[in-house]
C-alpha cells in the first residue's frame, strides 16, 4: 500500500470519471481505482469536491447520479451542441411513459397490476423496450397464481433522468387536485344520505 | 328517489366548473377529431384516430368527465350501449383487443347503471357503490396520467443533457480479464467426454503413460527451440539423469512413440557412433 | 450573425469536444457548432489553444489527432484508470473445457484427434483462445497427411492450475476401459523387462 499525494489522487479520480461511459460510483473508485492505495474516505469525497469545484464555470460540470459521478456539458449550451448530433433523442409513448411511471412510483409492481391500473393491457413488446433499455428490471416473482414478475426499476433509469434516488422523482399529483374530487365528494354525500335513508326505511 | 337525489347533486356540481375549466388539456392530441362528444358517442371515421390519441377507455372516460362534464353519476345507458356495440363492430376490423377493453367499459357502465336502477332495498348492506369504485380506478389512473407527464418532463440523457466521452490514449492495453477456469471443471470436462465416446471407442484405447504423453511434448519442445546443428541434438541430451531410472525409462518411451509417429527422427551415421535427433 | 464573446465561444466548443463521441473537426466546430455566429478562423484557433492551455496539468488533455480534436486521459494516469474497465470475462464453454482437458490429458495431440474424440468439430477461434491465453502451444506437426500441428500444454497452463508438472493432474474417476490410469501406476509398469511388452501392448 503506498500513499498518495492530493494532487495524483484527484488526478486518477478526475481521470476515471472522465474515461468511465458509465456514472463512476464511490465504490468502484475506492476498491478498483485506488485499491493499492492508502486513502481514507473523506480524501475521496474532498478530492471529489474539488474537482467539483474546478469544472464549476466550465462548459461540463460534475454531477451526482444514482450510481454514481460523471461529468455533463452544462445545460446552458446543451441546446447549442446538440446541433452537431444529427441523432434526434427517442420520444417516448404515453403507453411506454405511463407504465414507467407505474413502475418508478409503484414498484414493485407486475404487468397484471399495471393493466388493472392503466385499463389497457401492456404488450411484452413494451415490457420488452423497457428491460432492453435496462430502465427496469424483474426482482422476483409475486406469489399468487402464475407467480408473474414483480418489476422495479434500475439504477440506470434513475442516471438517464438525471436523479439521485426515487425520492427525488417528481411529487404524485395530490387527490385534492383530481378532476374527480367533485364527484367523489358527491358519492360520499349521497352513500351517507342513503344510508340515513336505509335506516329509516329499516326502522320503519 | 335516487335518481331525484342525484338530480340534485348535478344541479350543485355546476360549482365546480370553474375548476375543471383550469385543468391542464394539452394532452389531447386528437382534440380537434373529436367534435362535441356530448357522452360516448365517437364518429366512425375518428374512431382510429381516438383509438391512438387515448391510452384506453379509463382515458377516454376521463377526458369526456374533465372537457365534457359527461356525469357518470347520471349515466345515458341506452345510447352508450347502442353506440358501444356500434364502435366494438368497428374496432374489430381495427385493433379487437382494444375493442375488448372499449366493451369492458361499457359493460362497467351499464352494470353501474342498472344497480343505480334497481330499488334501493335491494342493495346489501356491504355492497359499494359501484361508481365509487370506478371512480376511484379513474383517480387511480389519472394520477398515473400526469405523473407519466411528469416523467416526461424531467431533464433526460440524449433529449436534455449530454454526457462527456473522454477516451483513453489508445496504446494503452486494456487488461483482458481471462475467465476462471477450476480444475475440477477440467476433469469433469474430459470425464464427459469419455463417457460419450467410450460405447464406440473403448476397445481402440490403448493404456497410455501421462507421464509418456507429457515427455512427449517436453522432447518435441526440445527439439524445436534447438536449430544449432541443422535442428539436430544428441540423443543423450535428451535424458535427465538425476530423474533415475524411471525418468530416463519414461523419455525413452517417449522417443519410440514419437518416432513411430514419424514425429522425430535418429539418425546414428556410423555403427556405435553419436545418435542425432531432431524433429522432422 | 450574432458574434460571441471570447468566454462563450470557448465554452461552446469545449462542450462539443466533450459531448462528441469521435474527434471534433474544425470544420464542423465552424460550419455546423457556430453557424450561426460571427466567428474567425483565428478566434476559433485561439479559443482551442486556450482550452488546451487550461487542461495541461489536469487529468486529460486536448489532443489533436487526424480527424480533429479529442480529450484524452493523459498517459501518465491512463494505465492505473485501465484497470476499472476489465470486463467480466464469460465462463469458458463446455467445448472450450473439454479441447482443453483433451489436450492436457492426451498430449500431444492434433485438431484432429480431438475432433475424433470429441464427435464434433473443434472451431479455429476455439483453438485460438486458448493459444492467446498461453495455456497451450502448438510442439510440432504430426507427419500424416496435412501435417497437422501437435498440441500440447504450456507451463502457464500448469502455473495456473499450480501444478508442478502434469503428473499432478487429478485422477480421472475410474471410468470402465477408461485410458487414462494411474500415474504411479504406470510409472511403476515401466520396468525394464515389463517395458518392451507394454510397448507392444499399446502399439497393438
Known amino acids: ?204 | 328517489m335516487i335518481q331525484h337525489l342525484l338530480n340534485n347533486k348535478m344541479n350543485k356540481k355546476s360549482s365546480g366548473e370553474m375548476h375543471q375549466q383550469q385543468l391542464p388539456l394539452a394532452f389531447i392530441r386528437g382534440e380537434a377529431y373529436i367534435n362535441k362528444p356530448q357522452d360516448l358517442f365517437i364518429p366512425p371515421d375518428a374512431l382510429e384516430v381516438i383509438l391512438e390519441t387515448f391510452e384506453g377507455p379509463l382515458d377516454l372516460l376521463l377526458y369526456l368527465i374533465k372537457k365534457q362534464k359527461f356525469d357518470i353519476l347520471d349515466l345515458p345507458i341506452a345510447p352508450i350501449t347502442t353506440q358501444y356495440m356500434h364502435y366494438v363492430e368497428l374496432m374489430k376490423n381495427v385493433k379487437l383487443e382494444l375493442a375488448a377493453e372499449y366493451l369492458v367499459m361499457a359493460a362497467i357502465l351499464a352494470e353501474i347503471k342498472s344497480r343505480l336502477l334497481l330499488p334501493k332495498l335491494h342493495i346489501e348492506d356491504e355492497e359499494v357503490d359501484p361508481r365509487a369504485e370506478l371512480v376511484r380506478r379513474l383517480q387511480e389512473y389519472e394520477v398515473i396520467k400526469y405523473a407519466a407527464l411528469n416523467l416526461d418532463k424531467l431533464p433526460r440523457m440524449e433529449r436534455d443533457f449530454l454526457c462527456v466521452n473522454t477516451n483513453l490514449p489508445e496504446n494503452i492495453p486494456m487488461r483482458a480479464n481471462d475467465s476462471d477456469v477450476d480444475l475440477m471443471e477440467l476433469v469433469s470436462a474430459l470425464q464427459d467426454v469419455l463417457k460419450r465416446t467410450q460405447a464406440y471407442e473403448h476397445h481402440h484405447i490403448a493404456k497410455e503413460s501421462l507421464s509418456t504423453r507429457e515427455r512427449m511434448s517436453k522432447i518435441l519442445n526440445i527439439l524445436q527451440q534447438h536449430t544449432d546443428n541443422e535442428g539436430f541434438i544428441a540423443f543423450e541430451a535428451l535424458f535427465e539423469p538425476k530423474e533415475g531410472r524411471n525418468g530416463v525409462v519414461v523419455t525413452f518411451l517417449a522417443l519410440l512413440e514419437l518416432l513411430k509417429d514419424h514425429l522425430v527422427e535418429c539418425i546414428q551415421t556410423n555403427g556405435f557412433g553419436r545418435i542425432n535427433v531432431r524433429a522432422s
Not at chain 1, 85 to 101: G, M
Open chain 1, 1 to 204: 500500500m503506498t500513499s498518495l499525494s492530493k494532487q495524483k489522487l484527484i488526478k486518477l479520480i478526475e481521470g476515471a470519471i472522465f474515461a468511465s461511459s458509465s456514472p463512476l460510483s464511490l465504490m468502484k473508485i475506492k476498491q478498483q481505482l485506488l485499491v493499492e492505495y492508502t486513502v481514507s474516505h473523506q480524501q475521496v469525497l474532498n478530492a471529489i469536491a474539488e474537482i467539483s469545484l474546478v469544472y464549476k464555470d466550465r462548459a461540463i460540470n460534475l454531477v451526482e447520479v444514482a450510481s454514481g459521478y460523471r461529468f455533463q456539458v452544462v445545460d446552458s449550451i446543451a441546446s447549442d451542441i446538440a446541433v452537431l448530433f444529427q441523432e434526434k433523442a427517442p420520444k417516448y409513448s404515453r403507453a411506454i411513459l405511463e407504465t414507467l411511471a407505474l413502475i418508478a412510483y409503484r414498484q414493485p409492481i407486475t404487468r397484471g397490476e399495471i393493466e388493472d391500473v392503466r385499463g389497457v393491457s401492456v404488450s411484452s413488446h413494451l415490457i420488452k423496450t423497457l428491460l432492453e433499455r435496462d430502465w427496469i428490471k424483474e426482482v422476483g416473482h409475486k406469489e399468487v397464481p402464475g407467480r408473474p414478475a414483480l418489476l422495479a426499476t434500475t439504477k440506470e433509469f434513475l442516471d438517464y433522468f438525471s436523479l439521485k434516488s426515487l425520492a427525488q422523482l417528481p411529487q404524485l399529483m395530490p387527490l385534492s387536485e383530481s378532476s374527480l374530487t367533485d364527484i367523489e365528494m358527491q358519492l360520499a354525500n349521497s352513500e351517507s344520505e342513503e344510508s340515513t335513508q336505509k335506516r329509516e326505511t329499516e326502522t320503519k
